[in-house]
C-alpha cells in the first residue's frame, strides 16, 4: 500500500531544499535579468543577432555559446528564455538558447571533469553545443511559419497571452545596439546571478552577491527613470507568477518520484551500453531533477555503482536541459506542439549521444 503521506512529506522536503538552496540567488536574479531584458533591452539588440531575420552562422553560434557566462540550470534558464522569446528572438536560436544554457556552463564542464572524468566533460560539452544547433535548426525549420505568427506589427498577443513585439529587422543597422545604461545593468545582474551560483561556501558568496546587487540598484537609480524601473519591476513580477508556481509543482512531483523509484533498480539496469539503458537514463534525468552542478556529485556516485559510461553521458546532457517543471513551463511558453517536439528532439539526441560515446569509449 502506498504510503500517502510519505510521499507528499517527500514532495515537501524536495520543494523545502529547492527553496532554501536554489530561489535566492540563483532565480531571484534570473527573474530580475528576464525583467530587464523584456522592459529595457532594445527589441532591436535581441533581433539583431537572435532574430529568425539574422543570418544563421551568426544567431545559433552566439545563442549556443552564451551559456559559458552563466551557471544555470533547467529552471533558472527558463525565465531568461522567456525574456529573450517575448523579446523577439527567433525561434531556433531561441531553443538553441535553452538547451545549452544549462549544459554548458564552464562551473558544470570544470566540475565534470574533475569529478568524473575529462573525457565525460569534453563530451558533454561539445555534445551540448552541437545537439543544441541541430535541435534549434531543426524547431525553426518545422515551425517556420511561426516566425510570422510572433510579430503580426499590431502590438498583439501571441496564443499563450504573451505580447510579442515586431521582429525582422536589418542585422546590418548601426543604430541597433544596446545603450549603455542597459549594457553595465545587465553586466551588474549578471555578476549577482554568476556570484550567486560559485561553487564555494555561501559565507564567501553572499559578499559578492550583496556588493553586485547594491551596484545594480546604484546604477539603476542613476540611470533609469522612475517609469523605466516600474516597468521593469512589472516585467519581473509577471515572469515571476507566470514561472514560479510551475517550477514548485515540478519541484513537489520530482520530490515525490525520487521517494517512489529505488535507486538501486535504476542502477541495476543502467550497466550497459543498451539502448534500454541509455533510455532509462535519460527518463531518470527528467524525473530526479537536480539543482546545477548537483548532477555531478550524483553521476559520479552512479558511477561508482557500476553504471555504463554511455548512459552516464546520457543522463548528464538530460539532467540539466529537461525536467517536470522545465516542461511545464516551456509548454506554457511555446505551446504543446512545440514543446512536444522539443522534449522528443532532446531525448533522441541523448540517448544517440550515450550509445555512440559508449561505442567507441566504453
Not at 151 to 167: I, L, Q, R
Not at 295 to 310: H, I, N, Q, S, T
Request: glycine content about 10%.
Amino acid at each position: 500500500m502506498v504510503d500517502i503521506v510519505s510521499l507528499l512529506t517527500a514532495g515537501g522536503a524536495a520543494l523545502v531544499d529547492y527553496l532554501s538552496a536554489h530561489v535566492l540567488l540563483c532565480l531571484v536574479p534570473a527573474f530580475f535579468i528576464a525583467g530587464a531584458l523584456s522592459a529595457l533591452l532594445k527589441k532591436e539588440a535581441v533581433t539583431k543577432y537572435l532574430g529568425p531575420d539574422t543570418p544563421k552562422h551568426i544567431s545559433y553560434p552566439i545563442a549556443a555559446v552564451a551559456g559559458l557566462l552563466i551557471a544555470v540550470c533547467s529552471c533558472t534558464i527558463l525565465p531568461l528564455f522567456a525574456g529573450i522569446w517575448k523579446k523577439g528572438a527567433g525561434l531556433g536560436p531561441a531553443v538553441t538558447f535553452l538547451f545549452t544554457g544549462p549544459a554548458i556552463n564552464v562551473l558544470a564542464i570544470v566540475y565534470t571533469g574533475q569529478l568524473i572524468g575529462w573525457d565525460i566533460a569534453g563530451a558533454r560539452g561539445v555534445l551540448a553545443i552541437a545537439f543544441g544547433i541541430l535541435i534549434g535548426l531543426i524547431m525553426g525549420f518545422v515551425f517556420e511559419k511561426s516566425k510570422k505568427d510572433k510579430s503580426n506589427g499590431n502590438g498583439k498577443t501571441d496564443a499563450k497571452g504573451c505580447a510579442v513585439p515586431e521582429v525582422g529587422v536589418n542585422p546590418e543597422k548601426p543604430d541597433e545596439k544596446v545603450d549603455r545604461r542597459s549594457f553595465w545593468l545587465f553586466v551588474l545582474l549578471f555578476a549577482v546571478l554568476i556570484s550567486g551560483t560559485l561553487p564555494i561556501d555561501l559565507l564567501y558568496r553572499l559578499p559578492f552577491v550583496a556588493g553586485f546587487t547594491v551596484a545594480a540598484a546604484v546604477w539603476t537609480s542613476k540611470n533609469f527613470s522612475r517609469d523605466e524601473s516600474k516597468q521593469w519591476m512589472g516585467e519581473t513580477w509577471f515572469f515571476v507568477k507566470t514561472i514560479l508556481p510551475l517550477l514548485f509543482a515540478g519541484v513537489f512531483l520530482a520530490g515525490i518520484f525520487a521517494a517512489v523509484i529505488p535507486q538501486d533498480v535504476v542502477v541495476n539496469y543502467v550497466g550497459n551500453n543498451s539502448l534500454w539503458a541509455n533510455m532509462l537514463a535519460v527518463s531518470f534525468g527528467i524525473f530526479m531533477y537536480f539543482p546545477t552542478l548537483v548532477e555531478v556529485p550524483v553521476a559520479r556516485m552512479f558511477l561508482d555503482l557500476g553504471m555504463a559510461r554511455g548512459p552516464l553521458l546520457a543522463y548528464l546532457l538530460a539532467d540539466p536541459e529537461l525536467s517536470l517543471q522545465s516542461i511545464f513551463v516551456v509548454r506554457k511558453i511555446m505551446g504543446t506542439k512545440k514543446v512536444l517536439v522539443y522534449v522528443g528532439l532532446v531525448a533522441v539526441f541523448c540517448v544517440l549521444a550515450g550509445l555512440i560515446y559508449g561505442w567507441v569509449f566504453g
